[in-house]
């Protein structure tokens, strides 16, 4: 077998685990109770409120949260990601490995916090990414910004044709639109007919289990 793409870029919730049923969402609830009791949102509408307008804008713009209710949803964010794990879809470990084994180097770009994503790598048994780009970074510089994928081909020796992004949100989708980097569709996590619509109408790929974009990404070498 044989590598597609010399670079393989992974967003990390819902796309290598599937943390948002289990962390992201319940910590959005447990926020709300305490400063917005009258928002009701089931995890579809969830979904698509990180879609469009990101949830970051939907607190400042739409709920327009005080700073301090910001910092506030912000630490219940990190108390449930440090109490609860979420589980690696069944497939990825095999897919991270593979990548590594063959040569290949795997990055991961993403809007949690680093730590929570090494993490996440040790404990569900995948190989320690070589880059990580996340939460960490100037606001300006996280997805859908290109400075990720600019500063792998930087520091990797890479151009933008060896890499290779998959992720189930618009934000990273659409920054690899921006750069003219390959990318995919994560659909296993869930079906947000918002993402659906931005992969058709961009001509990227859509993948609805693991094993389908491990077929995709490891090709037969001639003999």
């Not at 010399?6 to 609830?29: G, Q, R």
């Not at 005080?66 to 109490?83: I, P, S």
Request: glycine share 6%; aromatic share 10%; net charge negative.
């Amino acid at each position: 077998m044989g590598l597609r793409y010399k670079c393989l870029i992974l967003d990390h919730d819902d796309t290598v685990v599937d943390s948002t049923a289990l962390i992201h969402y319940p910590s959005f609830l447990h926020s709300m109770a305490r400063c917005r009791p009258h928002v009701k949102m089931t995890l579809a509408q969830y979904f698509e409120i990180n879609c469009d307008p990101g949830i970051i804008p939907y607190f400042r713009e739409t709920l327009k949260l005080t700073h301090r209710e910001m910092e506030e949803e912000y630490q219940d964010w990190v108390a449930f990601a440090a109490n609860r794990r979420a589980e690696v879809f069944p497939g990825i470990r095999e897919l991270a490995w593979a990548q590594k084994e063959q040569g290949g180097y795997l990055c991961v770009i993403s809007h949690n916090r680093e730590e929570n994503i090494r993490r996440d790598y040790r404990e569900g048994g995948l190989p320690q990414p070589d880059l990580v780009y996340g939460f960490e970074l100037p606001r300006e510089k996280q997805k859908p910004d290109p400075f990720a994928l600019e500063d792998i081909c930087q520091k990797l020796s890479l151009e933008k044709k060896d890499l290779f992004m998959v992720d189930d949100l618009i934000p990273g989708l659409e920054m690899c639109r921006r750069a003219g980097v390959a990318a995919a569709g994560a659909r296993w996590a869930h079906q947000t007919p918002l993402v659906g619509r931005f992969l058709e109408e961009n001509g990227f790929p859509a993948f609805s289990t693991v094993e389908e974009l491990h077929r995709y990404l490891f090709v037969e070498k001639s003999v």
